[in-house]
Structures are given as structure tokens and as C-alpha cells.
């Protein structure tokens, strides 16, 4: 569960700019309940799988459209900035000022492949007074955005 949560906040964390809450929540809605299914599918047998699907779907929609509603454009764009600056150790740490959410992320490990710098790193997300410590893999696009890599 918990490499689950933690591929959907660096999803949200990366995914591009929403000027609205709308959307942002949606995405998370939408990749929530992808990964909540997921999830359930590894779970029970037989009608107790589709049971654990079904569940898996409701809670990770839950959660997801929550964690969307969390992030705004200026996390995404201090993750992004973070990504592409800070070295290899370093945490770069931010406060919402109109959440109260508060992030770090460390990149811990920098590396290069034919399409150019990835990086693995580490996000600590307070959001609403509830602590994570997730793990990723981000790799630079042609176009200077930082996309997460599906393990």
C-alpha cells in the first residue's frame, strides 16, 4: 500500500500545471482509483478479488482526489525546480502558504540514460497533519519537465 500512495503522490506531484482545483482533483481521482484497483486485484481470490477491487477503487479515489486537492501549482512547480537544481542530498523544503502543506524533497540519487537525467528521490508531504515519506524516479523530458517513472 504504501509504494502505491507513494507512486500517486510523486504522480500528483508531477503532473502539469492546473490554474483551477477542479482539475488537479479529478487527476487525482482519476489515478487514485487506478492504483486503489490495482491494488485490490493483488488481493483475496475469486468474487473476494472483485470485492477487493471495488474497494480498492472507492478508497484510492478517496485518497487520490484528496492529495489532488492538496497540491496546487506552486508545489508542483517547487518539486519540478527541486528536481532540476538542488544536488544529489540536498532537500529543498516548502510551505503552502495557502495550505499549510508542507514538502521535502531530496534527490538521492542522480543518473544518466539516452534520454537524458533521472533522478531518484524522497518527498516528505505533511498534508493536513498527516505525515508521508514517499520514493520515486523522475527522468528530464525533451521539453524540461520532470516525468515520473511507472516501476
Given at each position: 500500500?504504501?509504494?502505491?500512495?507513494?507512486?500517486?503522490?510523486?504522480?500528483?506531484?508531477?503532473?502539469?500545471?492546473?490554474?483551477?482545483?477542479?482539475?488537479?482533483?479529478?487527476?487525482?481521482?482519476?489515478?487514485?482509483?487506478?492504483?486503489?484497483?490495482?491494488?485490490?486485484?493483488?488481493?483475496?481470490?475469486?468474487?473476494?478479488?472483485?470485492?477487493?477491487?471495488?474497494?480498492?477503487?472507492?478508497?484510492?479515489?478517496?485518497?487520490?482526489?484528496a492529495l489532488g486537492r492538496s497540491m496546487d501549482a506552486t508545489d508542483r512547480l517547487n518539486a519540478n525546480l527541486a528536481l532540476e537544481n538542488v544536488r544529489t542530498g540536498v532537500s529543498t523544503t516548502w510551505r503552502n502558504p495557502d495550505t499549510s502543506n508542507e514538502y521535502a524533497l531530496?534527490?538521492?540519487?542522480?543518473?544518466?540514460?539516452?534520454?537524458?537525467?533521472?533522478?531518484?528521490?524522497?518527498?516528505?508531504?505533511?498534508?493536513?497533519?498527516?505525515?508521508?515519506?514517499?520514493?520515486?524516479?523522475?527522468?528530464?523530458?525533451?521539453?524540461?519537465?520532470?516525468?515520473?517513472?511507472?516501476?
Open positions: 500500500m504504501r509504494r502505491i500512495l507513494g507512486v500517486l503522490i510523486t504522480s500528483l506531484v508531477l503532473v502539469g500545471c492546473a490554474n483551477s482545483q477542479g482539475p488537479q482533483e479529478q487527476v487525482g481521482i482519476v489515478i487514485g482509483g487506478a492504483l486503489g484497483g490495482l491494488l485490490g486485484s493483488e488481493v483475496g481470490g475469486g468474487s473476494g478479488r472483485t470485492a477487493a477491487i471495488i474497494v480498492g477503487t472507492m478508497v484510492g479515489a478517496n485518497v487520490g482526489g531530496t534527490p538521492t540519487r542522480t543518473y544518466k540514460t539516452n534520454s537524458g537525467p533521472c533522478r531518484e528521490f524522497t518527498v516528505d508531504a505533511n498534508v493536513g497533519g498527516s505525515t508521508e515519506q514517499v520514493y520515486g524516479t523522475a527522468c528530464r523530458q525533451p521539453d524540461g519537465s520532470w516525468q515520473i517513472l511507472q516501476e
